[in-house]
């Protein structure tokens, strides 16, 4: 089994920033693409951005300019600038993992609340 478990959400004001990390333990033989997706109250689960195994990242156009995502081996991290009342949302880490038997899964963390109001 693989857990992701993620850190670093809270309360902001408008134009503030945090710092999102997701830590992937677990049966990992190798993690390939990695993200963020977000889920506002309402509204259906939306991709913020990902990163390949090979560092290539992509992002939601709302987020362009203002989030940077990164990893480092079993770790990827959000980095969230200039955020704005519409970025309130629960954010999920996934990842895609193979395992020791060298079969692939996508996996979930439990989320985290970003909350951006004044």
């Known amino acids: 089994q693989v857990q992701l478990v993620e850190s670093g959400g809270g309360l902001v004001q408008p134009g503030g920033s945090l710092r999102l990390s997701c830590a992937a333990s677990?049966?990992?033989?190798?993690?390939?693409?990695m993200g963020w997706y977000r889920q506002a109250p309402g509204k259906q689960r939306e991709l913020v951005a990902t990163i390949t195994r090979e560092g290539s990242t992509n992002y939601a156009d709302s987020v362009k300019g203002r989030f940077t995502i990164s990893r480092d081996n079993t770790k990827v991290n959000l980095q969230m600038n200039n955020l704005k009342p519409e970025d309130t949302a629960v954010y999920y880490c996934?990842?895609?993992?193979?395992?020791?038997?060298?079969?692939?899964?996508?996996?979930w963390g439990q989320g985290t609340q970003v909350t951006v109001s004044s």
């Open positions: 677990g049966n990992i033989f190798r993690i390939y693409d």
């Open positions: 996934n990842a895609e993992v193979q395992n020791r038997f060298l079969t692939r899964n996508n996996y």
